[in-house]
């Protein structure tokens, strides 16, 4: 079960998120677009960038996806790309496929990546020798991919400032154009399906919870709750 934990407000969401990882409960947080604004007016990209990692990882698209959510109420409303445009735009990737690096390169072209001879910042990819590394539009740590000949011998995460890998992944998608005027959207809410559980956190929603918790209520009660996967449970924690 994927499980929607809705705050009243980002004090909250914060407070939330942060306390989750104390009792071992992977989350991922949903930025709110307005909570950095940049000098020109348009959407903030690094926050642009979090919310569509946020939202691929939680709808499965990414073998690191967490089944928990945190947002904001008033993320409810706000227009992200609709499901099928990231479906359509992710590349699956995985270790043992067979992958033509120069065909891959023209691919990035294609979507609007730039090569570099070092990546350092999103939507640029560099080639050195079997070495590949791209930094998605969605990601929040850039790319390495190793290849042996055409084979996709490793994938790993790096550090963008010491070029050092932090942790390799079997599996990944890549998001291979970024959100833009013409993009489809949709109301967060409608990413919401039948069967997620909804967990109101000092909140009133339009729609029913499954659980509505005070400010007495604690990370571990959320924990539990994820532990178990109950969806019928309703009531509330103060």
Known sequence: KRIWLICKDAR????????????????????????APVASGLPDPDAQAERISALTRFAGQDAEGSRL?????????EEVPALQELESQRRPLHAGM??????????LIGS???R???????????????????????GEEPLRIE???????????????SQTSVRRLE???????????????????????????????????????HLTLTSGARAD????????????????VS
Do not use: K
């Open 147 to 161: 290849f042996f000949d055409d084979v996709v011998e490793s994938l790993r995460f790096f550090d963008i400032h």
């Open 98 to 107: 067979t992958l033509d690096p120069e065909s891959f390169q023209q691919e």
């Open 221 to 236: 009660e959320i924990e539990e709750l994820n532990r178990q996967g109950r969806p019928a449970l309703v009531g509330t």
């Open 69 to 77: 959510m945190v947002i904001c109420q008033d993320s409810l409303e």
């Open 12 to 35: 909250v969401q914060e407070q939330v998120h942060g306390e989750l990882p104390i009792w071992g409960v992977p989350a991922l947080c949903f930025p709110r677009m307005h909570a």
């Open 112 to 114: 609007g990546y730039h």
């Open 116 to 138: 570099v001879p070092v990546v350092s910042e999103r939507g640029q990819f560099a080639r050195r020798g079997g070495i590949l590394d791209v930094f998605s539009w969605q």
């Open 171 to 209: 599996r990944l998608s890549l998001l291979l154009q970024a959100a833009d005027g013409e993009t489809a959207t949709t109301p967060l809410q409608q990413f919401i399906r039948s069967d997620d559980v909804i967990i109101s956190i000092e909140c009133d929603l339009p729609f029913p919870a």
